[in-house]
C-alpha cells in the first residue's frame, strides 16, 4: 500500500498505531544541495527523458535540471507533472523534442491549474 500526501497528513499516523506500522519509508524532496541528492534527480530526469517518445532533450543537463528542480521544488509529484505537460506540449506541436521553452508554457499552465 502507498500512501501520498503533505507533512500535515503525518498526524494520522501518529495517532493511529496501525497505520503508523504499514507506513514506514518517506520519501523526501530531492535536495539540489546535495550531491548525491543532485546526482539521482538527474538520472530520474535522463530516464524521463530516454522514456518519452520524443528525441532526446537533454532534461537531465546542468542547466536544465536545476530549472526542473526550481520549478518543481524537488517534489517528485510535480517533477512528474511538469514533464508529462512538456512532453504533451511538444507533442502537440509536433516539437521533436522538449525546449527550455516547452518546459516554460507547461510549468504556466501546471500553475494555472493549480489556482
Known sequence: MVLFGTDECLGILKVNEQLRRRFRVR?????WRIKES????????????????LKYSGLSAADTALLIYQAASGLIGYIMD?????????QRDNAPH?????????FARGRRLDS
Not at 522538449?98 to 507547461?106: N, R
Open 27 to 31: 520519501l523526501e524532496p530531492y535536495d
Open 98 to 106: 522538449i525546449t527550455h521553452d516547452v518546459l516554460s508554457v507547461a
Open 82 to 90: 511538469l514533464v508529462r505537460e512538456a512532453i504533451y506540449i511538444a
Open 38 to 53: 543532485r546526482q539521482a534527480f538527474r538520472r530520474l530526469l535522463k530516464e524521463l527523458d530516454l522514456a518519452s517518445k
